[in-house]
């Protein structure tokens, strides 16, 4: 009788034992993160990047230039390419004013897409030279391909970055060519509007004697002499019809906005900024929600 008494008390306890053990393995067999080999969490393979190369953007403009930095960093920040890293800065000289000094602080400290050059600004007197020669010491990186691009330009980076895929990722001078009506891209120089050069030709500049004593002069053209005169951009390719200057502002560069459009210059005006935005319909990724309304 104590023998059958044992065994009674000890049922509520062996039953509590293989409701656990009961428990524990149907977590083990069902649970679908869990490997029946090692018992270890089976990673999520990551799809293999398609970025192929970089892009530095340089928008050469001036520091009181508030609204207009404001207006494209949302521009460009709603731009990007799956087959290049794209990243647009600010470029302009030396600080003159207390205030630049404050607002252009809180806007490095938000945004870190300003370079500050060691030169007094100015548009034909050294700033471009200044620009290109100074990347290889001022960035912690290198770039596949470095652009300089004006402040009234509208750039696709998606469609740059395309039209970039097939060229050379060495010695290539890339814009639209001057004179307006010639398709040769080594009849003379690329238009400042947005031109673009590999990283061994920003090397180049940096290092050579020939663009270090020829800075002062209209800059697009100055850095088409050097690269003739130095024997340098082998390959070279004006992106044209798309890349032009806004309908009817500029003769010959000028024409219709297109949908192959790479860039748009000589946007002077927000009615020409909204004319552009409206023909790409680059709002289109807007999800409606209840919290606004846009007709």
């Known amino acids: 009788m104590p023998r059958r008494r044992l065994i009674l008390a000890a049922l509520p306890s062996l039953s509590i034992l293989l409701f656990i053990f009961f428990v524990l393995f149907n977590i083990h067999v069902k649970s679908p993160r869990v490997s029946s080999l090692n018992n270890t969490i089976t990673p999520r393979e990551k799809p293999p990047s398609q970025v192929q190369f970089s892009i530095l953007v340089g928008i050469l403009t001036r520091p009181d230039k508030y609204d207009k930095r404001h207006f494209l960093r949302l521009v460009y920040g709603i731009q990007s390419s799956p087959i290049a890293s794209i990243d647009v800065k600010f470029i302009f000289c030396n600080l003159t004013k207390d205030e630049q000094r404050i607002f252009i602080a809180l806007e490095i400290l938000r945004f870190n897409d300003i370079i500050i050059l060691n030169c007094s600004e100015n548009m034909n007197s050294g700033k471009t030279y200044t620009y290109f020669s100074s990347l290889p010491r001022v960035l912690s990186q290198r770039y596949d391909y470095v652009m300089k691009a004006d402040d009234d330009v509208f750039i696709r980076l998606p469609q740059l970055a395309l039209s970039l895929e097939p060229l050379p990722r060495l010695d290539l001078y890339y814009g639209f ?84 459009t790479v860039a748009v210059h000589r946007l002077k005006r927000w009615d020409q900024w909204l004319h552009v935005l409206n023909f790409f319909n680059v709002t289109r990724e807007l999800k409606l929600t209840n919290l606004y309304s846009i007709d």
């Open 177 to 260: 060519v001057i004179p307006c009506a010639s398709m040769n891209p080594f009849v003379d120089y690329m238009s400042g509007m947005g031109f673009l050069l590999s990283w061994d030709l920003v090397e180049w500049i940096g290092n050579s004697y020939i663009p270090g004593n020829d800075t002062y002069g209209p800059e697009d053209k100055l850095v088409g002499r050097w690269l003739n005169t130095g024997d340098k951009a082998k390959n070279r390719f004006s992106n044209k019809p798309a890349m032009y200057d806004y309908p009817g502002t500029n003769g010959r560069c000028s024409h219709e906005l297109i949908p192959e």
